[in-house]
């Protein structure tokens, strides 16, 4: 499996309630890329930059996903001045007894 961390610099101004928008716009444009078996989003305290953090089967997928169609879609939703990507191995992946209270995207 493979990591990939997206990270977007965030234009000055934006509120919590901007960002959240923001997410729940971008998250259900992933529920059929192919290759792709979860997608985590975060942000800085001081609401400065966002991240997605994807994990995939292959870095092959996440490759083939990445493509400048996205990359320019993507610049243009989060506003971003600056991208950057950092590409991870992902040979253990544990999943915690007590998953918390994160609200999943479901169709």
Same mark, same amino acid.
């Given at each position: 499996?493979?990591?990939?961390? #997206? ?33 985590d ?22 490759d ?13 939703? #989060?506003?971003?001045?600056r ?25």
């Amino acid at each position: 499996m493979h990591i990939v961390i #997206w990270r977007y610099d965030i234009m000055e101004g934006k509120s919590r309630q901007d960002l959240m928008e923001s997410i729940e716009a971008d998250a259900p444009d992933y529920l059929d890329a192919p290759g792709l078996i979860r997608l985590d989003y975060g942000f800085a305290p001081d609401l400065k930059s966002v991240v997605q953090v994807f994990l995939w089967q292959s870095k092959a997928a996440a490759d083939a996903y990445f493509n400048a169609e996205w990359d320019g879609a993507t610049s243009r939703r #989060w506003e971003s001045a600056r991208m950057t990507r950092e590409d991870y191995e992902a040979p253990v992946l544990i999943e915690g007894r007590n998953p918390g209270n994160q609200r999943p995207l479901r169709r």
